[in-house]
Nanobody, 121 residues
Framework: QVQLVEHGGDSVQPGASLYLSCQAS????????MAWYRQAPGTQRELVAT???????RHTEIAKGRFTISRDNGKNTVYLRMDNLKPEDTAVYLC???????????????WGQGTLVNVSS
């Protein structure tokens, strides 16, 4: 069984910074691409950024210039540093990881439960 658990969400004022983390645990043989998504109330889930096992990163327009994704392969953890937060960044932030549980399996997407980021004055 695999679990992804996010931490770091909080209520902050505009302009603040937050550092989210998401650790995968359980029966893990290999983790491929890890990603952060976000979902605001009444909206569709949207991709924020991705990072491969080789640390190749891609930030979407949401993230460019303010958010930075990174990962620690040894800790099965992906991070999202968010600077200069704005009220429109308010959302539940969720991580996703492509995980193989054995060498014989194809990768499957696993999701965390999400962590709430609330930006307001």
């Amino acid at each position: 069984q695999v679990q992804l658990v996010e931490h770091g969400g909080d209520s902050v004022q505009p302009g603040a910074s937050l550092y989210l983390s998401c650790q995968a645990s359980g029966q893990i043989f290999d983790i491929g691409t890890m990603a952060w998504y976000r979902q605001a109330p009444g909206t569709q889930r949207e991709l924020v950024a991705t990072v491969t096992r080789e640390h190749n990163v891609r930030h979407t327009e949401i993230a460019k210039g303010r958010f930075t994704i990174s990962r620690d392969n040894g800790k099965n953890t992906v991070y999202l540093r968010m600077d200069n937060l704005k009220p429109e960044d308010t959302a539940v932030y969720l991580c996703k990881a492509e995980i193989r549980t054995t060498q014989f399996d194809n990768a499957v997407d696993y999701w965390g439960q999400g962590t709430l980021v609330n930006v307001s004055s």
